[in-house]
C-alpha cells in the first residue's frame, strides 16, 4: 500500500453546548489514497459531516473543537497548523462543496467572481487570465456557453447547474482532494445521476481524491472505490465497496443494507429499518454504540468498545465482538430473518 | 426598467399632488393670515394687500391659481420679504442644506456600517458592548441635546472646532455629527444583526472553503450581503436628516433651508411655506426612488420591474 495523501488518526471534535459537551466525532481513522474515492456513510449525526468539516478546519468555533488526534497532509498535522498556513491549504489543495447549492453560493456576485476568487488568491492570476481559467472550469463541468454565464448570478442558474459551478469554483486551484459533504442530497434523481457522472469523469481527468460524505448507499455504490460507515461518532467497518456491500461483518451495516430499498428483492417482501435511534453523545456509551439496537449484542458490547479487526489485512476492517474468537456465529441472512420476524 | 421608473413617477406626481393640498388645506384652517399684526393698518389697505396676493378671492379659486402656479414651478413671491422670489430662498438655502445633510448621511452610513459589523465580528466581546452602548446612546440622546453639548466641549472648552457659522470646512464637523448620530445608532443596531444573519449563512463557509482569508470574506462577501437592509432605511434615514437639519441649523446659525421654513411659518408666508414644503416633499421622494433603484445593483436577484412576474 503507497502512502496516504491524507490519514486521519484518533479524531475527536466536541462541541460545547448549554447542555453539556456533544462528542460528535470520538476516534476516528481513515486513509485517503491519491485518486481514489472514499465514501463515508452513516446516517444524520452519526458524525461524518463533522469528519469532513474538520478536515479543512471549518468547524463552527466556538462552540466545536477538536479535542484530539491528527489530520496529516503533505507532512503536515492540519489541527497544528496556524492560520495562515490552513487559508493556504483550503481551497488550493483541498477543496469542498456543499450539500446545498441554492444556499451554497453568493447571491450578490456573478458566478465567474466566485470561480476566480479563489484562482486570483492563491495562484496570484490577474484578471484576465484568471476568467479565462473561470470560463474554461465552466466549460469543464458541462456548463453551456459558458462565456455568457461567468457573467450570470447564481439566482440565474438551476440548482443541477448551481452544483457544477460548486464543483467548478472547488476544481479551480487543481486540489489534490476534494470533500464533497452530501453533494446530490438537496437535487432531483436525474440531475444527482448527472453530477455523480461529471464527478467520476473530472476524477479520471485531474486525479483528484474525493472524500464523498452521503447516506445515500445507492451514490456510494455508483460512485465510491472504498466505504466507511460511521455510527457514533465512530467508523464501524471500512473496506472496498465490494467488501461491504456483499461481505459486510458489521450488524449496523447489515441494518443499512436491510433498509436500502432494491431492485432484484420480492415485491412483497418489505423493507427493514434498524429499530431504535442512534445512540446520545452528551453521554456516549462506552461500548459500542450500536449495541442498544443490535439484535446480536451480546453483555460485553454494552461495557466496552471493540477492537479494530482486520478481516482483510489493509483493507477491511471492522470494530464488533462478534469478531472475537468467542463469540457466536451469526450471519447477515439471520439478521434480516430475526428483524422480519419481529 | 424604464417602465419602472415611468411608473413610480407618476405614483410621484399623484402624491405631490396630495401634499400640495393637504398644505393648502392646513395653511387656510391655521387662524390668522400674512397681514395679522400688532399694528392696526386702515382696512383699505388690508384689502388692497389681499387683492395683491389673490387672498380675496374665494378658496376654491384660490386653490386653482396655487395649483396652476406650482405646475409652471411659479412658486411666487414672499410675502414678509417682498423683494424676493420663493424659487430664489430656495436656490439660497438649499445648496447649503444639502451640503450639511449630505455630510451627514454620508457619516451616518460610513459609521454606521463601520460600527454595527465591528460588533457583529467580536459579537458578545468587549467591542460589541462598546458599541452597542453607544448606539443606545444614539438613539435616546435627541440632536438638539447633543449640539449644544458638543459646542461647549469641543468649541468653548477644549476649542478645538468652531463654535457655529458656515463657509469653512471645519465648521461643518459639529452640525454634521451632531445631526448623524441618531442615525449612525439605527445603521449600527441594523447592520449588527444583519451581519450575523449573513455569517451564518452556507455562502460565507463556502468563501471560507476556498481559503480565503478572513478580511477578504468580510469584506467581500458579508458586507455586501449584510447591507441590504441598510439600503432600506437609506430614505427614511436621508429624511429623518432633512426635518433634523432645520433645528441644527438654527443652533449653528447655518444660513440654510431650516431658518425660511421656521420663519415663513410663524410669519404664516403663505407661498413660501408651500414652496418649501413641495421641494421638500419632491426632494424625499426623489430619494426613495433613488435607494429603490440602488438595491436592483446591490441585490442582483431583486429586479426593478414594472410588471408583476415579468
Same mark, same amino acid.
Given at each position: ?342 | ?93 438649499? $445648496?447649503? %442644506? *444639502?451640503?450639511?445633510? #449630505?455630510?451627514?448621511?454620508?457619516? +451616518? ?5 463601520? &460600527?454595527?459589523? /465591528? ?55 459639529? $452640525?454634521? %455629527? *451632531?445631526?448623524?448620530? #441618531?442615525?449612525?445608532?439605527?445603521? +449600527? ?5 444583519? &451581519?450575523?444573519? /449573513? ?55 447655518? $444660513? ?55
Amino acid at each position: 500500500m503507497s502512502t496516504p495523501i491524507l490519514e486521519i488518526k484518533d479524531l475527536h471534535v466536541s462541541f460545547k453546548t448549554y447542555a453539556g459537551e456533544v462528542q460528535a466525532v470520538r476516534g476516528v481513522n481513515l486513509q485517503l489514497e491519491k485518486g481514489e474515492t472514499l465514501a463515508i456513510v452513516g446516517e444524520s449525526g452519526s458524525g461524518k459531516s463533522v469528519t469532513a468539516q474538520s478536515m479543512m478546519r471549518l468547524i463552527p468555533s466556538p462552540p466545536g473543537k477538536i479535542k484530539k488526534g491528527e489530520i496529516l497532509f503533505d507532512g503536515k498535522d492540519l489541527t497544528k497548523i496556524s492560520d495562515k498556513e490552513m487559508y493556504q491549504i483550503r481551497g488550493s489543495e483541498i477543496g469542498m462543496i456543499f450539500q446545498d447549492p441554492m444556499t451554497s453560493l453568493n447571491p450578490t456576485m456573478t458566478v465567474g467572481k466566485q470561480i476566480m476568487e479563489g484562482l486570483m488568491w492563491h495562484q496570484r492570476l490577474n484578471k484576465n487570465e484568471a476568467q479565462h481559467r473561470a470560463i474554461e472550469m465552466l466549460r469543464l463541468v458541462g456548463i453551456p456557453t459558458p462565456e455568457k454565464r461567468v457573467k450570470q448570478f447564481p439566482h440565474q442558474f438551476s440548482g443541477g447547474m448551481r452544483q457544477r459551478a460548486m464543483i467548478a469554483i472547488s476544481l479551480a486551484c487543481n486540489p489534490k482532494i476534494l470533500i464533497a459533504d452530501e453533494p446530490t442530497t438537496a437535487l432531483d434523481v436525474t440531475i444527482q445521476a448527472q453530477i455523480l457522472e461529471l464527478m467520476r469523469d473530472l476524477q479520471i481527468k485531474t486525479e483528484t481524491a474525493i472524500i464523498l460524505i452521503t447516506h445515500d448507499l445507492g451514490v456510494v455504490a455508483e460512485t465510491a472505490q472504498r466505504v466507511a460507515v460511521m455510527y457514533g461518532g465512530k467508523i464501524v467497518e471500512t473496506g472496498k465497496v465490494e467488501e461491504v456491500f456483499y461481505r459486510s461483518r458489521h450488524p449496523y451495516t447489515w441494518g443499512l443494507m436491510g433498509s436500502m430499498p432494491r431492485l432484484d428483492i420480492e415485491r412483497d417482501e418489505e423493507l427493514s429499518p434498524i429499530p431504535g435511534s442512534p445512540p446520545d453523545l452528551f453521554d456516549p456509551p462506552k461500548g459500542c454504540p450500536f449495541a442498544d439496537r443490535c439484535p446480536h449484542a451480546m453483555h460485553i458490547c454494552h461495557d466496552e468498545m471493540p477492537e479494530v479487526t482486520e478481516v482483510i489485512p489493509g483493507s477491511h476492517q471492522v470494530a464488533c465482538w462478534l469478531e472475537h474468537s468467542e463469540a457466536p456465529s451469526v450471519g447477515r441472512g439471520t439478521m434480516q430473518v430475526n428483524i422480519a420476524s419481529k | 426598467m424604464l417602465h419602472f421608473i415611468g411608473r413610480r413617477v407618476v405614483l410621484m406626481l399623484l402624491s405631490l399632488w396630495v401634499i400640495a393640498t393637504l398644505t393648502f388645506v392646513l395653511m387656510k384652517s391655521i387662524p390668522g393670515d400674512p397681514f395679522t399684526s400688532e399694528k392696526k393698518y386702515p382696512p383699505q389697505t388690508i384689502a388692497n394687500l389681499k387683492a395683491q396676493y389673490g387672498l380675496d378671492k374665494s378658496i376654491p379659486e384660490q386653490y386653482v391659481t396655487y395649483l396652476k402656479n406650482l405646475v409652471t414651478f411659479d412658486l411666487g413671491f414672499s410675502i414678509n420679504n417682498t423683494s424676493r422670489t420663493v424659487n430664489d430662498m430656495l436656490s439660497d438655502g438649499f $445648496p447649503i %442644506s *444639502a451640503e450639511l445633510g #449630505g455630510y451627514s448621511v454620508f457619516l +451616518a452610513l460610513c459609521a454606521g456600517v463601520l &460600527m454595527g459589523s /465591528v460588533a457583529a465580528l467580536w459579537q458578545g466581546r468587549l467591542p460589541d458592548y462598546a458599541m452597542m452602548i453607544l448606539a443606545v446612546i444614539g438613539i435616546s440622546v435627541p440632536s438638539f441635546v447633543l449640539a449644544p453639548f458638543l459646542q461647549k466641549y469641543l468649541g468653548l472648552e477644549w476649542r478645538l472646532l468652531p463654535l457655529a457659522g458656515w463657509g469653512k470646512p471645519e465648521q461643518i464637523i459639529l $452640525p454634521a %455629527s *451632531a445631526l448623524a448620530l #441618531g442615525q449612525v445608532a439605527l445603521i +449600527a443596531r441594523l447592520m449588527r444583526s444583519s &451581519m450575523l444573519d /449573513v455569517v451564518t449563512q452556507d455562502y460565507i463557509r463556502t468563501a471560507r472553503a476556498k481559503g480565503l482569508p478572513p478580511w477578504r470574506v468580510v469584506s467581500r462577501h458579508t458586507i455586501r450581503n449584510a447591507i441590504i437592509p441598510v439600503v432600506t432605511i437609506m430614505g427614511p434615514a436621508i429624511a429623518a436628516v432633512l426635518t433634523g437639519s432645520f433645528v441644527i441649523e438654527k443652533i449653528f446659525s447655518i $444660513p440654510g433651508m431650516g431658518k425660511y421654513f421656521v420663519e415663513s411659518i410663524t410669519n404664516r408666508d403663505y407661498p413660501v411655506i408651500m414652496g418649501t414644503t413641495i421641494f421638500y416633499a419632491s426632494f424625499l421622494i426623489l430619494m426613495n426612488l433613488i435607494v429603490d433603484l440602488m438595491y436592483g445593483w446591490i441585490d442582483p436577484r431583486i429586479k426593478v420591474s414594472g410588471r408583476e412576474g415579468s
